[in-house]
């Protein structure tokens, strides 16, 4: 058996749908609360059916919510508390036809509407007769929730209510339990479980010809530092990388780009995010009417190149509107007058922090190990010792994760 330690104190909101498992869920809660978590059910019209919602209601001691369009539990406790207010959402059973409109994306009742609305993980218990788990439509389904972050517990193997046998059973109560333990275990280490997080790094090249190129120092060594250190924090990462020698971080999904635009492209393509660290050292110009032909010395002299701004990423990510992540980080890279000239660039940019780096020669920030930066943020400015990019990336990766959860605490 597991180890239920990470169980007491932490918040369920158990959905229980219509099927003949429904009295396995009386069970849970009882398993549930005897380890000190505290149980919050929603109970679907057919769940209603196989149990009723008095012994429910008696096992959570909490009301019983059912009614998406009920006035009283709309103003107390609309649904999107309801599933904010829970560490974790558990549904047992997961019917099939709970799982298909879990992938549809519906929301016709108060079970698939704190299911689609929720931000927090969702572990699911089918149970259903053989064949309707067998068959191709659930098994995409599940495959689909799977795909993304759905955690799956069961179904098992024996004989069915319906005398059928094979997989279709849900999981017991204690193998649920331990399924669940299992989550809060990762997740007390792992404090950006279930967020998006969006890193650029490295240089852009921007083409002068098909051959020839405009680029920085940048190694991506700090950008490439940060999306692990997040990653190693719980977070789903796409780091945006520009040509670099680095190999690609552990636990990243990786797109390589090698201009400002197609980093541009990337990023939006990754949205929706919850967090974004923008350490690439992008381009701030490119070469206008790039041809295709390679520009020969033809003895007229050197060419005339007209440079075009390019688009800004962090700006652009920065922007007020649905799709802006929830925190966005920028770097500044600046040869004098650090903290005035990064000050006043997070407010250019429209960004939440700046992590101001000194760029002069003989700094060695480009391309070297080391970096010595200063956290601007609107309540003040933290100066950080000089330490290797990794200590860097782990001491602003915690930092987000404590700005998640005072966010989170104050919600
Ligand atoms: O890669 P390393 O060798 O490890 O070096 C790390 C680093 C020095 C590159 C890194 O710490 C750093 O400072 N990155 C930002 C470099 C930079 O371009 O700074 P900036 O002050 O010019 O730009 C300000 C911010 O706007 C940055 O977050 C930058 O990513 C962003 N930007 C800039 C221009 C542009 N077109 N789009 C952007 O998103």
Known sequence: MADHASLAGKRVLLVIAGGIAA????????????????VRAVLTEAGARFVTPLSVQALTEDTVYRDLWSLTDESEMGHIRLSREADLLVVAPATANLLARMAAGMADDLAATVLLATDKP?????????????????????????????????????????????????????????????????????????????????????????????????????????????????????????????????????????????????????????????????????????????????????????????????????????RRPALVVGFAAETGDVLAYATAKRARKGCDWIVANDVSPGTGTFGGGDNTVHLIRADGVESWPTMAKDAVAARLAEAVAEHFIKDFKAK
């Not at 020839?212 to 990653?231: C, E, F, P, T, V």
Request: hydrophobic residues 45%; aromatic residues 2%; glycine residues 10%.
């Open 122 to 322: 969702v572990l699911v218990a089918p149970a259903m007769n053989v064949r309707m788990w067998q068959h191709a439509a659930t098994q995409a389904n599940m495959a689909l929730l799977e795909s993304r972050g759905v955690l799956r517990v069961g179904p098992n193997d024996g004989v069915m209510a319906c005398n059928e046998f094979g997989p279709g059973r849900m999981a017991e109560p204690m193998e649920i339990v331990d399924a669940i333990a299992g989550i809060f275990a990762q997740d007390a280490h792992r404090p950006l479980a279930g967020r998006r997080a969006i890193v650029t790094s490295g240089p852009t090249h921007e083409p002068i010809d098909p051959v020839r190129y405009i680029a920085n120092r940048s190694s991506g060594k700090q950008g490439h530092a940060i999306a692990a250190a997040l990653a190693k924090l719980g977070a789903a990462v796409t780091l945006v990388s520009g040509p670099t020698r680095l190999p690609d971080p552990a636990g990243c999904s990786v797109v390589h780009i090698e201009t400002a635009r197609e980093m541009l492209a990337a990023c939006e393509a990754a949205l929706p995010a919850d967090i974004a660290v923008c350490a690439a050292a992008v381009a701030d110009w490119r070469v206008d009417g790039v041809g295709d032909r390679k520009l020969k010395k033809d003895g007229g002299g050197p060419p005339a190149l007209a440079l075009t701004e390019n688009p800004d990423i962090l700006a652009t990510l920065s922007r007020p509107g649905d």
């Open 23 to 38: 009295y396995k869920s009386l069970e849970l809660i009882r398993r549930l609360r005897e380890r000190g978590v505290t």
